[in-house]
C-alpha cells in the first residue's frame, strides 16, 4: 500500500454523516470537545508555569510529562471535531497513537514513583514537623541567648578564635570583660587574623600556644605577659580545643584572668622571704668576710714591717700579695652573690641546671654550720638535665630547707648534744625526664600529726618569733610554678637516727597546670 492510498480519504465518510447531519447533535460534539481541549491545553500551561516558578519541588519533571500527556488528550478532541466534517481518520488514529504512548509511559512511570510519592509528607506531616521544628529553633534562640548571656556578663575574661583552613587564627568574638582588662576593642578584632589584629610583639607571644592547642587537640594553659592597651599585665590564659562533625579542630575557646597584682604580691612575699633569708645567714656571712680580711689584715701588717726593716723577700712579697688578691676575689665573689641573691627579680624565666643553684646555696652556709658543729654533704652526680625557672628562687627554696634542717638539727641536739648533718643530693630519675633534689637531716624527723600541713601558709612549729609560716608556703609555690612538686616525710637513717627529708622533683619540661594538680594530688 503506497503513501497516497494511505493518506486517500475517499472511500471514508465524515462522522457527521453518522449524526445525519443534525444541527442540534453536531452543535452538542463541537461545544463539549472544544471545551474539554481548551481545558487540555490550559492544564499544561498551569503545570508548566508552576514547575518554572517552583524549581525546588520534588519530581517537577513528572509534571511536564502529565502536560505532554494532556496535551495529547486534548488534540484528539479537537481532531474529533475536524472529523465531523473531514474524514482525516489517519490523522486521529496517529494522533491518538501518540497520546496512547504518551499515556502509558506517564501511567507507568506513575506506578514507578508511587512508593517515592507516598513517602512525601501530608500537610498534616509537614505542619507537625514545622511546628517541632519552630519548637526547637525557639530553643536554640533561647539557648543562644543564655549562652550569650554568660559570655558578655561573666567576669572572666573570654575569647573565640577560629581556625582558618590555612591553619591560621582569627578572632571570632571577646566578651567585655576581656575588652576591659585588656583595653582592646572587640570590633576591631572580630573577624581579623591574629597577627592583622595585635601587635607584633602580642601576635608573636600568643601565636604559638594557639597552634600548640590546635595540633595536640587538648587544652593547654600557660602564663603570658603583654603589653596591652591598659599597661604591661599577667595573664593566666586557658585554651580549650572544639572540634566540628569531621573531627578537625575548628575553634579554640580561651578564658584569662589578670593576675598581675597576685604576681606582684608573690614576688613581694619572695622577696621578703629572701631578705629574711639573709638576715638569718648574717652571722654565718660576716665570718665568711671576716676570714678574708684575719689574712688580709696578716700578711699586709707582716709584708709592710718587712719593708719597713728593709729586708723584704721578693719571692715572699710576691706570694703575700697573689694570697691578699685571692682572699679579696673571695670577699668580692660573696658581695656579689649576695646581692645578687638579695636583688629583687625582674627577670623572667630561663634554661638552667639545678645544681647551680644547690651548689651556691650550700657554699653560702657551710662555713656558718660549720661554727655550729654541724657538716653539710653535697652529692651531685648526673644531674644534666636542665629546667625552666628562676635560679635564684630555687636557691632561695634551697637555703630555706638548709635553715629548717639547721633548726631541726639544734632543737634535737639540746637534748643528747651530738653533732648534726644535713645531706645534699641531686641527680636525675631513671626515666630521665625529671632532675630530683634532695635535702634530708638527722634532726629528729617531722611529727605525723603536722605532715599534712606542713606546706599550709603561716603554719609554723617553732616559736613565737622564731618562723613565719611562709618559708615552706612559698617554696612549694616557687617549684610549682616550675612545674614541679615538693614533698616531705620522715626518714631512718643508716646510723639509726631519725630525720626530716623533702624532696623536689623538677620537669626537663614545663607542664600544664592540671597535670600538676594530678602529680600534688
Known amino acids: 500500500m503506497g503513501l497516497d492510498e494511505l493518506l486517500d480519504t475517499g472511500g471514508f465518510v465524515p462522522h457527521g454523516v453518522c449524526l445525519l447531519w443534525r444541527p442540534d447533535l453536531l452543535a452538542l460534539h463541537v461545544a463539549s470537545d472544544t471545551l474539554i481541549g481548551l481545558s487540555y491545553f490550559s492544564i499544561p500551561l ?14 517537577g519533571w513528572v509534571a511536564v510529562l502529565f502536560a505532554l500527556f494532556i496535551i495529547a488528550c486534548g488534540s484528539t478532541h479537537f481532531l474529533s471535531i475536524w472529523t465531523l466534517w473531514e474524514a482525516d481518520y489517519l490523522l486521529e488514529g496517529a494522533v491518538k497513537l501518540i497520546t496512547a504512548v504518551v499515556s502509558l509511559a506517564t501511567a507507568a512511570t506513575l506506578w514507578w514513583l508511587m512508593p ?8 498534616a506531616q509537614l505542619a507537625r514537623s514545622n511546628a517541632a521544628l519552630e519548637h526547637e ?4 534562640r533561647q539557648m543562644e541567648q ?13 575569647f573565640i578564635v577560629e581556625v582558618l583552613p590555612d591553619g591560621g587564627f582569627a578572632y571570632q568574638a571577646i566578651n567585655p570583660a576581656l575588652a576591659r582588662a585588656t583595653g582592646l576593642d572587640p570590633e576591631k578584632l572580630r573577624g581579623r587574623r591574629v597577627e592583622d589584629a595585635l601587635s607584633p610583639e602580642i601576635a608573636d607571644g600568643v601565636l604559638p600556644r594557639y597552634a600548640q592547642c590546635r595540633d595536640s587537640g587538648e587544652s593547654v594553659d600557660y602564663e603570658e605577659v603583654l603589653s596591652l592597651p591598659v599597661g604591661r599585665r599577667v595573664f593566666h590564659t586557658m585554651l580549650v580545643p572544639v572540634r566540628d562533625a569531621a573531627g578537625r579542630v575548628a575553634q579554640l575557646l580561651g578564658s584569662g584572668r589578670d593576675v598581675t597584682e597576685r604576681k606582684r604580691l608573690q614576688e613581694e612575699m619572695v622577696q621578703t622571704s629572701k631578705l629574711a633569708t639573709l638576715g638569718t645567714l648574717a652571722a654565718g656571712m660576716a665570718h665568711e668576710m671576716s676570714q678574708p680580711l684575719n689574712v688580709i689584715r696578716l700578711w699586709t701588717e707582716n709584708t709592710l714591717a718587712r719593708l719597713r726593716e728593709t729586708t723584704l723577700d721578693p719571692v715572699r712579697t710576691e706570694r703575700a700579695l697573689t694570697l691578699v688578691i685571692e682572699q679579696t676575689e673571695r670577699m668580692a665573689k660573696l658581695i656579689d652573690h649576695v646581692r645578687t641573691f638579695g636583688r629583687r627579680d625582674g627577670g623572667g624565666t630561663q634554661i638552667f641546671h639545678p645544681a647551680h643553684c644547690v651548689r651556691s646555696a650550700v657554699e653560702l652556709v657551710r662555713h656558718q654550720y660549720a661554727l655550729e658543729n654541724i657538716e653539710v654533704v653535697e652529692s651531685i652526680t648526673s644531674a644534666d638535665l636542665p629546667v625552666s625557672g628562676r635560679p635564684l628562687e630555687l636557691e632561695q627554696v634551697i637555703l630555706n630547707l638548709l635553715s629548717n ?3 631541726a638539727i639544734i632543737a634535737c641536739r639540746a637534748a643528747d648534744g651530738t653533732s648534726g648533718c644535713i645531706m645534699v643530693a641531686v641527680d636525675d630519675d631513671r ?4 632532675t630530683v633534689i634532695r635535702v634530708t637531716d638527722d634532726g629528729g624527723g617531722i611529727d605525723p600529726t603536722v605532715l599534712p600541713r606542713i606546706f599550709d601558709p603561716f603554719f609554723t612549729t617553732k616559736e613565737v618569733g622564731k618562723g613565719s609560716g611562709l618559708g615552706l608556703s612559698i617554696g612549694y609555690g616557687i617549684v610549682d610554678g616550675m612545674g614541679g612538686r615538693i614533698d616531705a616525710r620522715s626518714v631512718e637513717l643508716d646510723d639509726g637516727r631519725c630525720g626530716a627529708r623533702f624532696t623536689i622533683t ?16
Open 46 to 59: 498551569a503545570l508548566l508555569y508552576f514547575v518554572y516558578r517552583r524549581r525546588d519541588v520534588a519530581f
Open 137 to 140: 529553633i525557639a530553643i536554640r
Open 431 to 434: 626515666d630521665g625526664h625529671n
Open 506 to 521: 623538677l620537669p626537663s619540661q614545663p607542664v600544664s597546670s592540671s597535670d600538676r594538680e594530678l602529680s600534688h594530688a
Open 146 to 158: 543564655r549562652y550569650s548571656g554568660f559570655f558578655n556578663n561573666l567576669a572572666e575574661a573570654l
Open 405 to 407: 634542717a639547721r633548726d
Open 116 to 123: 517515592r510519592l507516598l513517602a512525601l509528607p501530608s500537610p
